[in-house]
């Protein structure tokens, strides 16, 4: 499993800043995972989209769903209803991926202060999730089975 997020800000809505943003990969060379943990890659406006990259023990802090039923590995990226959320069509229930498949699951995300005291900020997250082992550069290609739910973010 391979968490992407990409944050920004209205600064990097467009020019230059747009293009560095766009830029940045959705899929990473997989290091070493240990089983029951994910490998999180982080780039921020703020660290001029410098990819920040960890591996975690364990999934826990990875907001998907992962439940194994009938020989198939069900996949479900946790969305909170009343959060940070664009408008976007119905979701779809979950991706059921067979032994050998992978999924790359897009969502993105706008925030504003309470008291409108800073700047929008917006986040994009993609998971890169596979059924059984996978070589490192498997999410360097292209997916089984991609998700976009993202939504405008205006």
């Known amino acids: 499993m391979q968490w992407v997020r990409t944050s920004w800000t209205k600064k990097s809505r ?12 959705v899929g ?30 364990s999934r826990k802090p990875v907001p998907v769903r992962l439940r ?10 946790h ?3 009343l959060y940070g959320i664009p408008p976007r069509p119905r979701r779809l229930p979950a991706v059921n991926l067979q032994p050998g498949q992978w999924v ?8 504003s202060s ?6 929008w900020s917006y986040w994009l997250d993609t998971f890169n999730i596979a059924y059984g082992p996978v070589a490192p550069d498997a999410f360097l290609g292209e997916p089984s089975v991609y998700v976009d739910e993202r939504g405008p973010v205006r």
């Open 79 to 81: 969305v909170d209803p």
């Open 114 to 119: 309470a008291a409108g005291v800073r700047d």
């Open 14 to 25: 467009g020019g230059e800043a747009a293009a560095r943003r766009n830029a940045v990969p």
């Open 104 to 111: 790359r699951w897009q969502l993105n995300y706008r925030f």
């Open 68 to 77: 194994e039923v009938d020989g198939r590995l069900r996949v479900l990226p």
């Open 28 to 57: 990473y060379l997989l290091p070493r995972v240990p089983d029951g943990g994910a490998h999180l890659v982080r780039t921020r406006e703020d660290d001029g989209f410098v990819v920040k990259e960890s591996v975690v023990e």
